[in-house]
């Protein structure tokens, strides 16, 4: 039950990772990870309650309410034109959908920000299964301007090969799958360029 009150009340609410230049050193954007601020004081990260609210459906209100929060933080720096900010949060599986699309619609309206500058993040195991209907909701989500990244790639089942078949703008690459990649002769090293090429600067390496 903690989890419900954790909901309803202010006890969600969103961390900022800063995202950097590689190229410059500068803070270019931030991602939000979901934190649960407990009324001891004690903060708590997602492998512990974001399971849990995945199995009692309540993963849907804990996206959207991380995301409102952050959007509303971030709200003056992504309409700032004069800098280069942009901003980032996870969706689950259970949660994107066309109705999760309309919201981020509606959001993006009513903070009158630039939609470019949101990017939805996605796991890779969002990637397999329902293909064509995933697809299909991508080409939706970009048709508003935001941004798609795929998260810990090379954790799962995915190829490169078959990421490629979907409308996506950053690769996110999992540490262990950038050190086989670069220990194994044989590991598709073409496949991997060619994926950095289309995404540009969107290809990149994970450390967390």
């Given at each position: 039950?903690?989890?419900?009150?954790?909901?309803?009340?202010?006890?969600?609410?969103?961390?900022?990772?800063?995202?950097?230049?590689?190229?410059?050193?500068?803070?270019?954007?931030?991602?939000?990870?979901?934190?649960?601020?407990?009324?001891?004081?004690?903060?708590?990260?997602?492998?512990?309650?974001?399971?849990?609210?995945?199995?009692?459906?309540?993963?849907?209100?804990?996206?959207?309410?991380?995301?409102?929060?952050?959007?509303?933080?971030?709200?003056?720096?992504?309409?700032?034109?004069?800098?280069?900010?942009?901003?980032?949060?996870?969706?689950?599986?259970?949660?994107?959908?066309?109705?999760?699309?309309?919201?981020?619609?509606?959001?993006?309206?009513?903070?009158?920000?630039?939609?470019?500058?949101?990017?939805?993040?996605?796991?890779?195991?969002?990637?397999?299964?329902?293909?064509?209907?995933?697809?299909?909701?991508?080409?939706?989500?970009?048709?508003?301007?935001?941004?798609?990244?795929?998260?810990?790639?090379?954790?799962?089942?995915?190829?490169?090969?078959?990421?490629?078949?979907?409308?996506?703008?950053?690769?996110?690459?999992?540490?262990?799958f950038v050190r086989d990649v670069v220990d194994d002769e044989d590991a598709d090293g073409g496949s991997v360029e060619a994926l950095e090429g289309r995404c540009g600067a969107g290809a990149v390496h994970d450390n967390q």
């Amino acid at each position: 039950m903690r989890h419900y009150r954790a909901l309803e009340s202010d006890q969600l609410v969103p961390a900022f990772q800063p995202i950097v230049s590689l190229r410059t050193g500068q803070i270019v954007g931030a991602e939000a990870l979901a934190r649960w601020r407990a009324p001891t004081g004690e903060i708590r990260v997602p492998v512990e309650f974001i399971p849990l609210a995945e199995e009692t459906g309540q993963i849907r209100q804990l996206d959207r309410q991380i995301a409102d929060r952050a959007v509303a933080r971030c709200a003056d720096l992504l309409r700032d034109r004069s800098k280069k900010f942009h901003l980032a949060f996870n969706v689950s599986a259970k949660t994107f959908d066309a109705q999760y699309i309309n919201y981020l619609a509606r959001l993006i309206e009513y903070y009158a920000i630039p939609a470019e500058r949101l990017t939805i993040e996605l796991t890779e195991s969002v990637m397999v299964g329902e293909s064509t209907r995933l697809k299909q909701l991508l080409i939706e989500l970009r048709s508003h301007g935001v941004k798609v990244a795929i998260d810990d790639f090379g954790t799962g089942y995915s190829s490169l090969s078959f990421l490629k078949r979907f409308p996506i703008d950053c690769l996110k690459v999992e540490q262990s799958f950038v050190r086989d990649v670069v220990d194994d002769e044989d590991a598709d090293g073409g496949s991997v360029e060619a994926l950095e090429g289309r995404c540009g600067a969107g290809a990149v390496h994970d450390n967390q």
